[in-house]
């Protein structure tokens, strides 16, 4: 029995911890969707992304999580009228002289779909949402997006993966280790061509997760959690941009914590960056614009907490996609 204390401990650890009930991201700011539906539809063309993230290499059971996204506007004068994507409009969108030409968007809406795939040990989760927003401009270079998402999630405990003192011990058999709970979340996001702020909530709808009918054993608890995040462009030159951002996740009981990012932009082509996680890792970033049809993004984080010992490192790659991109842009115009 020892064994399966020892794993519901872990277990019971990864459905309160903030880093294990939600995936973390190095490359958040690259797929903000991921943490705010009202960031969909931002831009004028289907914008499709897909992670890879090994978490903590070297450690036996460490998350691996991969994921894969898509949104796309609807609004005619948005797509086709877009003042920050006509032609006049085309010169670098990171760099100083956009913002004199900038207007907010035209009011318009946005759709998509994120598939998030979890994995730490012998549990499994995986979230199906369908994101909604609506964008509008509250002022003649701000916009106010807010969005919703809703779906499901299908939590999993591979009881092959668990090595038991006793056969058919009750911790883990008898119980429904497969399960599928409701999944909502709302946000908020405004933006113009120098910041950007960004409120969201996720797994609004609390649950319990417990693989066992027995109620000896604790029962884990899915939360909500909330993210505040906020970013400002700081223009070096003409074609050289600094792009720090912040992220601040709350999620009860659990102190909250936050990522610290900068990235430097050389016009549309390529970034390098950096990033601080609290009492967890620094990392270093990079990525590409390759055209008007893909990007590419990879980061790799240095664990600063204990688990150094056994970790070589986290390793994420972003895949980017520009679909339907009618004005050919060659990076994010709206996002960053």
């Not at 070297?58 to 006509?86: C, H, K, M, W």
């Not at 990879?298 to 895949?319: P, Q």
Request: one cysteine or more; charged letters at 10%; hydrophobic letters at 40%.
């Amino acid at each position: 029995m020892k064994r399966v204390y020892l794993l519901f401990c872990v277990v019971i650890l990864a459905l309160q911890a903030n880093a294990q009930q939600k995936p973390q991201y190095t490359q958040y700011i690259f797929s903000p969707i991921l943490i705010n539906p009202a960031v969909t539809g931002i831009e004028n063309y289907t914008d499709v992304k897909a992670g890879y993230r090994s978490q903590w290499t070297g450690l036996q059971g460490a998350p691996v999580t991969s994921y894969f996204t898509i949104n796309a506007p609807l609004g005619r004068d948005f797509i086709e009228g877009d003042a920050a994507a006509s032609p006049t409009s085309m010169e670098n969108p990171l760099g100083r002289s956009f913002t004199s030409t900038y207007r907010a968007a035209a009011p318009h809406h946005g759709i998509g779909l994120t598939v998030v795939s979890d994995k730490a040990g012998p549990i499994r989760q995986t979230n199906v949402d369908a994101t909604y927003a609506y964008h509008i401009g509250i002022s003649p270079t701000l916009n106010l997006a807010v969005g919703v998402s809703a779906g499901i999630y299908n939590i999993t405990l591979n009881t092959a993966e668990v090595t038991t003192d006793v056969q058919n011990d009750p911790a883990i058999n008898g119980g429904n280790n497969n399960q599928i709970k409701p999944d909502v979340g709302a946000g908020i996001w405004a933006y113009s061509s120098t910041y950007f702020f960004g409120a969201s909530v996720q797994q609004i709808l609390p649950q319990t997760i417990t693989f066992s009918t027995n109620s000896a054993y604790n029962q884990g608890k899915a939360v909500p959690h909330y993210f505040l995040s906020g970013g400002v462009k700081l223009f070096l030159s003409d074609d050289v941009t600094l792009l720090p951002s912040v992220l601040v996740k709350l999620v009860e009981p659990v102190p909250f914590s936050y990522d610290i990012n900068m990235k430097m932009a050389f016009r549309d082509h390529f970034w390098i960056g950096g990033s601080y996680r609290q009492n967890d890792a620094v990392a270093g970033m990079i990525g590409f614009n390759l055209g008007s049809f893909i990007s590419l993004g990879y980061s790799y984080d240095y664990t600063t907490s204990n688990l150094n010992t056994v970790s070589t490192g986290t390793h994420e790659i972003v895949l980017g996609l520009f679909l339907n991109n009618r004005y050919n842009v060659t990076c994010p115009r709206r996002s960053w």
